[in-house]
């Protein structure tokens, strides 16, 4: 029986240590965390950190594995192809993985290869990022480099704040190193977010989507996605070629890419952050309904090195997904979704259970579950997206 090694057991990762067990494979599991569900579903648990890369490689060589995912992980991903270089095994480059998953050194590329990049600094210590707070062009948004979920990030229109943004990014950047960059005024409402699959070196999906993020307590932390996106076809295209672009440069060859860019009012592309995994808050679920296919299905393969034969097209023409979250801190009790909400909803997924406890959703990884919803227009899912609030309360003791 061929092995997965999979780098992350957390309720988002179940489904693909779940789908890995259906198409037959036998499934390995590696989480830092002693509570992690995924490693009561696979076939075998190693209480190991996903971003300790020799300590992963000591567990995949015992295991002799056949193939390894970071699914729906940034700090992962590198981990995953570093270990199958290292053995041989299907991957994408290492070292554009690295690339990706390390913000000050994908804005380089960015530079280097003719892209659209917003001007951008990296810092390796406070008090060099302070030195900078009255040179800088604002408004600017500060993040650690190597972060996911907006975890750690701020806009700023002015110099107020900044030493405590500082402090925050640095807070959340396991390399020790922040960036601090030039805030892109969009042409659209919205910002452009989703996944797109790659197969033999071009997109086969284009999972391309509207952020929404008007209910979350913190504006920057992802509280949804809308498809389609409200682009006209020229911008549409421009997104399009610039992502198949950077695939193309960076040899990438098969598997989920999380997307998140701009267009600003000159028409440029800015491609803010591209993750080389699947997107969190289960977009290839989402996506999965949308196309009629089965991503997670589609990824898993892809790390096995297996063809893939799917053959998307548009199942769902207007679909999206809400985080539900609270604004305060408490202890769960239940959710209530009103009957008008509940026709449009076709999947939910809960991640607490009565008495646990919950904090302010000001970062992505304090979500209380997702909910997938479907639509008959445009017109429909935009008014109820906006008004969810009225729909769906979350009730704490």
């Not at 970071?70 to 270990?83: I, L, R």
Request: overall charge negative; proline content about 5%; hydrophobic content about 40%.
């Amino acid at each position: 029986m061929k092995k997965l090694l999979l780098l992350g057991g957390s309720a988002q990762q179940v489904v693909a240590i779940e789908t890995a067990k259906y198409l037959g494979y036998y499934t390995v599991v590696c989480d830092y965390l002693t509570d992690n569900p995924g490693q009561y579903v696979a076939d075998k648990f190693y209480l190991v950190s996903t971003t300790d890369k020799a300590a992963v490689l000591d567990v995949a060589q015992k295991e002799q594995i056949n193939g390894v995912i970071a699914y729906a992980s940034d700090p992962a991903a590198p981990t995953a192809a570093y270990v199958a270089e290292q053995m041989g095994l299907p991957t994408n480059p290492y070292k554009s993985v690295d690339i990706l998953c390390n913000k000050d050194k994908f804005r380089k590329f960015l530079l280097e290869n003719g892209f659209a990049c917003p001007t951008a600094k990296g810092f390796s210590n406070r008090e060099d990022a302070l030195a900078e707070k009255e040179s800088l062009d604002y408004p600017v948004i500060i993040k650690p480099v190597d972060s996911s979920g907006s975890k750690g990030v701020t806009i700023l229109h002015t110099s107020d704040g900044f030493e405590a943004a500082v402090d925050f990014a640095f807070s959340f950047s396991r390399a020790g190193r922040i960036i601090v960059e030039k805030y892109i005024v969009r042409k659209h409402e919205y910002l452009i977010g989703g996944d797109i699959f790659v197969n033999d070196g071009k997109v086969m999906i284009w999972g391309l989507m509207n952020c929404f993020r008007t209910h979350s307590p913190n504006p920057l932390v992802p509280g949804g996605k809308i498809f389609p996106a409200l682009l006209n076809e020229d911008d549409l295209d421009r997104a399009k070629a610039t992502l198949q672009e950077l695939v193309t440069k960076l040899q990438i060859k098969s598997g989920c890419m999380n997307v998140e860019l701009d267009i600003d009012k000159d028409n440029n592309v800015y491609l803010l952050d591209i993750g080389p995994r699947a997107g969190g808050n289960m977009i290839p679920i989402q996506l999965s309904a949308i196309f009629g296919v089965d991503i997670v299905e589609m990824s898993v393969l892809a790390a096995m090195g297996e063809p893939i034969s799917a053959e998307p097209k548009v199942v769902i023409p207007y679909c999206s997904h809400y985080v539900l979250h609270s604004d305060n801190d408490g202890v769960y009790e239940r959710i209530d979704f009103s009957d008008e909400i509940e026709k449009n909803i076709f999947r939910k997924e809960l991640y607490k259970k009565p008495g646990d406890a919950v904090e302010r959703f000001d970062n992505a990884a304090k979500a209380l579950g997702i909910i997938f919803l479907k639509f008959a227009s445009a017109e429909e899912m935009y008014d109820k997206m906006n008004r969810m609030k009225e729909f769906v309360r979350v009730v704490l003791k």
